[in-house]
């Protein structure tokens, strides 16, 4: 049983919270407020014909080109704004996102009048307002994610695999760094470590985006970097792309992988990773290798420099260590335990586990997401390719 009450407003669609008991004789109040206000409520018509059984529970409403659906539900109750003259959704505005952004000038006026005074009714009800803060810049926004009590990772010490630009330069928090817009056109901002791999850049007041460490790069590092648009590599301009194996060849390809047994396939895999850590598809070195016991393991022959305020020497590595590969690989990023995953499950059972995801030149390898024919070629003819 909820003892608190409150209410919350986040784009167009406003949330009362509590008690069934306490927020549905208020929202049925507020509905009667609005009604005074000019609007025409009533049940949903769509609820009506397809759920009736929903329909004591469902509303609808408008006020001119102004509309809103409502419902009310076991811990409280809700409404949402939409217009239906900027409409993108072939439903209705009803179903798009950005619906405030999509309406148009005087409609957004008319809302927002509206919701002051929806505000001014629940506060004087007792409710309390739980809404989020609203943030006018984007360095505002940036700080207030970076700020927030639910962040409860620490962006200090990050390891090579979450602050390595695409050139290989360490990343830190405020740095002005470069990237490339959809087009290649280039573009620069400040860089505010996110979580995981993932950076806030502040391109300016109004504008700021989310984007992973290798998307990231200084203008002096090599001289591409300076090129004010750059068309980027596609993987559809190779050949290998195009190429479509035959039946034939798939059953060759996995009759191999099964008559190599466990130990060839294991040479295999090791083969696909060492090539993926050599195009920076993965930023360690990982092998595949049988233990003592005859169950398979993992590990990582070149871990992360040596850090000692700075960056000692690009080829000194930690030692050696096994890394867990049941029930998931660990110690990783996301991408590099799908990889590692699939092509475990390769050698243990000589099946082929990795499907076509990779296959795209936006597959989230940066610049380097060009080489998938390459990577497909590669597994197609060890049989692990999907």
Known sequence: MRRDKDFSIWNTSIAVRGDKEISHPTFLRMLDMMRNRGFVVGSDPRIDRDYPILSKDRFASNKGELLFVGEKYNCGAKLEFYQEINVENPNGGRYDFNKFEKM????????????????????????????????KTSYDKVFHELNSPSRHWSSENLPDYNAL?????RINNGEVKYFRGRKGTLMRGTVYHNINNMWWVIVNKDHYTNLAAFEL???????????????????????????????GQLKDWKRKAKQAGREGRIQFANAILGYLYEIGWVSRKFQLFIKETKRLGL???????????????????????????????????????GWVENLRDYVTYGKPTVSRWFCKDQNGEGGQAYLWPEVRERLLHIGAHV
Not at 165 to 169: L, N, P, R
């Open 104 to 135: 148009p000038y005087l409609l957004q006026k008319r809302f927002l009048v509206e919701v002051r005074y929806m505000e001014q009714f629940l506060l004087e009800e007792g409710f309390t307002c739980d809404s989020e803060p609203v943030l």
């Open 165 to 169: 630009d695409k050139d290989g330069i």
């Open 217 to 247: 790069f200084n203008l002096d590092t090599v001289p591409e970097n300076a090129i004010r648009k750059l068309i980027r590599r596609s993987g559809h301009s190779n050949p290998k792309s195009r190429f479509v194996p035959t039946e």
């Open 299 to 337: 590990v990582e022959t070149e871990g992360n420099p040596y850090f000692l305020g700075m960056r000692v020497g690009e080829k000194k590595y930690d030692p050696p260590k096994s890394i867990p590969l049941y029930p998931k690989p660990q110690q990783m990023s996301g991408t590099e335990s």
